[in-house]
């Protein structure tokens, strides 16, 4: 079996590019930086499903990109949940949040409708991150949505 991406993640998120192990995407929801990190690798619905050096390599990149991500946007906290409950297929995500966001301090889901990127505001949003991404992350974003 290959790697697929969950038909819910391609139609909420824009596809960023990849690190070794896991496939960058950001959720179409304007409103917070929210980024997914999805091990590229077939049927995982739990972490404990990866091997040793897999289950590393995961903590590597998510790490390596919460680090970039709170550069990039100055969060005042970074929430990373791996939930599936809507979303069987493993996935991690890392949302900034800044006081005085639309839901803070709240959990981001359910509390407001998401707002779609303009291409002015996902333009922006890419500019502030793009140099905070290591030299191994492979950019593949070409276009408005997946």
């Known amino acids: 079996m290959s790697f697929?991406?969950?038909p819910?993640?391609?139609?909420?998120?824009?596809?960023?590019?990849h690190f070794e192990l896991g496939l960058l995407l950001l959720m179409n929801d304007a409103q917070y930086p929210w980024f997914i990190l999805v091990p590229q690798h077939a049927?995982?619905?739990?972490?404990?499903e990866l091997d040793e050096p897999g289950q590393a390599l995961l903590l590597r990149?998510?790490?390596?990109?919460?680090?970039?991500?709170?550069?990039?946007f100055r969060g005042d906290k970074l929430n990373i949940a791996a939930l599936g409950n809507m979303v069987p297929q493993l996935h991690l995500h890392h949302i900034v949040r800044h006081a005085g966001d639309p839901a803070w301090p709240a959990p981001v889901w359910g509390r407001h409708p998401a707002r779609a990127y303009t291409a002015e505001e996902l333009a922006q949003r890419l500019a502030l991150l793009r140099p905070h991404l290591p030299a191994g992350f492979v950019e593949e974003y070409a276009g408005p949505l997946v």
């Open 8 to 17: 819910q993640l391609a139609k909420d998120c824009h596809r960023l590019g």
């Open 61 to 72: 990149e998510s790490t390596t990109l919460s680090r970039a991500l709170m550069a990039a």
């Open 43 to 48: 049927g995982l619905r739990e972490i404990y």
């Open 4 to 6: 697929a991406l969950h």
